[in-house]
């Protein structure tokens, strides 16, 4: 079959072949407790977590400046209902019963490289994956966000706050952030900062009203937030992280609390902006996973913004495995090395150009940890995927699954067995993937655990990791 978009032509294979005796997991479903099995080969990468330490680790404590706060990964409904994203009036709630899986995907191409059909990736287009959000026990609403037209010119907007060395309302954004969510309300509140760099950690809270930050600059390498907290930096019992993820009874900062920036509010949008961890990893001590952003809120997009760091540059979360969250970014840019976009929130990158750097590390690029009842993870569409000077052909894998907080082959099939187990759904489609990218193999045993990567079902459920209608040297079809 030949598929052809804009002016490239991408051939594909024969079907995958199911194995010979189908399992009950290739649908999705849950399948019995699995037996004991030869252990998997090494990891690919020395990397066994891409957060360093488990969420139970960095369990948010209450904080002043967001009560709330994150009650990590264990799977444990949060504490208040109000941080569980609730559909407008307008919603309705998706047709599929609670905690239904998706069904088979068809697949061409190789075992080793899938690709969709046409068929079924027209069903996993854009606004596809932003169209649900919720809890998933309870199943999905629908409020079909489509936040692509963008944030607006900023040259229209009215700011609230400005932010600025001298002449503003304030001199630090945190302290802007601190004063929309004082003032309180739905009324979005726009905060405006001046060409400059402001070093500081920022925070905005999950009870902040909607908020767009944006730099007055059209180029954002102009306007940048930076800070360079790592997971192993040392930091004293009793004190905060990312006010966000305070996590404040460690003595280290951990990943989720390491993020110069964390979103936790709902309807937030950032436009022309960097957003930067600048982490210095040959100086540290300890895990160097250093985020720039960490998204945690439902329906916040990110618009000609640029996140730069190492490992774990962007990390896209939700509150607790039963919910959804959903984040996009349009003509953005993302730098880092190793596993760098990653987690369980439904994330959209489109247009976007995704870096990788290679003087340190060269790992995966994403690592989704999508729960397997989600069917949409991550999307990376009409993007291109760059690497440095001394990147070598074919040394980047595109992706792994990140078996969130399983560490054990026998632990994840427990989790597999009781239907809520992470299993990372991403689509690469219609992109340009460099010559640094694996081209026969492109997907790696997962994250944490080893997993063996697989098309199809066998001793575990499938991947959910596939390829559409890419161009470039990486690509399946690579065009001359």
């Not at 990891?43 to 002043?64: F, H, I, N, Q, R």
């Not at 287009?125 to 944030?151: C, H, I, K, Q, V």
């Not at 895990?287 to 730069?308: K, T």
Request: with cysteine.
């Amino acid at each position: 079959m030949w598929l052809c978009w804009l002016a490239s032509c991408v051939s594909y294979g024969s079907p995958i072949a199911e194995p010979a005796e189908p399992v009950e997991g290739a649908t999705m479903t849950a399948p019995a407790l699995l037996g004991p099995l030869e252990p998997p080969a090494a990891p690919s990468s020395p990397l066994a977590d891409p957060e360093g330490t488990p969420d139970s680790a960095e369990a948010a404590l209450p904080s002043a400046l967001d009560p709330a706060n994150d009650p990590g990964s264990t799977g444990a409904a949060p504490a208040d209902s109000a941080e569980i994203p609730q559909p407008g009036p307008a919603t309705e709630t998706a047709a599929a019963p609670p905690g239904t899986p998706p069904p088979d995907l068809p697949l061409l191409g190789t075992s080793e490289r899938p690709q969709l059909d046409p068929v079924a990736a027209a069903s996993l287009e854009l606004l596809d994956y932003l169209a649900l959000a919720g809890n998933l026990p309870l199943g999905l609403s629908r409020d079909d966000w489509d936040p692509t037209a963008g944030g607006g010119d900023v040259l229209g907007f009215v700011a609230d706050y400005r932010v600025a060395a001298s002449g503003g309302t304030h001199t630090r954004v945190q302290a802007a952030i601190s004063a929309a969510v004082a003032a309180g309300g739905n009324q979005r509140r726009y905060i405006e900062l001046a060409a400059g760099t402001y070093r500081e950690v920022v925070c905005v809270p999950s009870g902040a009203p909607p908020i767009t930050l944006y730099g007055v600059e059209p180029d954002a390498t102009q306007t940048v937030i930076v800070f360079d907290n790592y997971a192993g930096k040392a930091k004293p019992a009793g004190t905060p992280g990312n006010p966000c993820n305070p996590n404040t009874a460690a003595t280290t900062y951990g990943t989720s609390g390491s993020a110069t920036l964390a979103v936790f509010a709902r309807d937030f949008v950032a436009q022309n902006l960097s957003i930067v961890n600048d982490t210095d990893e040959r100086g540290a001590s300890g895990s160097v996973q250093a985020p720039a952003l960490l998204s945690q809120g439902d329906r916040v997009s990110y618009e000609n913004v640029r996140v730069l760091g190492n490992q774990d540059t962007l990390l896209v979360k939700t509150p607790n495995v039963d919910t959804v969250t959903r984040a996009y970014f349009k003509s953005c840019y993302i730098e880092g090395d190793s596993e760098f976009i990653l987690g369980r929130g439904t994330l959209v990158l489109d247009g976007c150009t995704i870096h990788s750097l290679t003087s340190r590390l060269s790992g995966a690029v994403l690592a989704p940890s999508t729960d397997a009842r989600n069917p949409f993870g991550m999307l990376v569409t009409g993007s291109s995927f760059t690497a440095d000077a001394a990147a070598q052909a074919a040394s980047v894998a595109l992706g792994r699954a990140w078996d969130e907080n399983q560490t054990a082959l026998a632990g994840y099939a427990a989790l597999v067995s009781s239907g809520v187990y992470p299993n990372g759904q991403l689509l690469v489609r219609q992109s340009v993937l460099g010559a640094h990218i694996q081209n026969v193999q492109p997907w790696r045993s997962a994250l944490s655990t080893a997993r063996p990567f697989a098309a199809v079902a066998g001793d575990y459920p499938a991947n959910r990791l596939y390829e559409f209608a890419n161009a470039g040297p990486g690509s399946a079809s690579p065009q001359p």
